[in-house]
């Protein structure tokens, strides 16, 4: 579809036509979140392997009924809990990672509470926080960006 509209000038001797495309079609955004993880003890033993199960969920959908694929990335980084608040931004640009993957989630229906597996080694001893990242790239334009990332603390001993 296509709108034309014609101005004139006040003594109607000179005139201006626009053309603009009119779409009929309503721009559709998600919102995603880590709505928690489940299987992250407390406290590691060195040397073994751990696995997390990271849930997430499509938290929002407007114009739409499912959310196209995205990907989790997941990772832990050593936690001092006597530094400066630790936020994900930062974590994410400076922080060094232990055992990173990116998992593909599928497509999530609204509010659809879904499920990826992480898996990595215990290893080294000491104070860590599992993060994990929804739609790291920022592939998809959100309604809000900043409930993305989850994080929590745990040990290695």
Known sequence: HTLTATARDYENTTSTSITVAVSNASASSVDFHINGVSNLSPNMTLGDSFSVTI????????????????????????????????????????????????????????????????????TPAGHYLFVAKIDPNNSESELDEGNNGFLSEFNIK
Do not use: K, M
């Open 55 to 122: 849930h997430p969920e499509l938290y929002a959908c407007t114009n739409c009924t499912t959310s196209p694929p995205t990907t989790v990335l997941a990772f832990y980084t050593q936690f001092y809990p006597n530094d400066p608040p630790y936020t994900l931004p930062w974590i994410l640009d400076n922080a060094p990672r232990y055992g990173e993957h990116t998992l593909s989630v599928p497509s999530l229906t609204l509010r659809q509470r879904g499920s990826v597996q992480w898996s990595g080694p215990a």
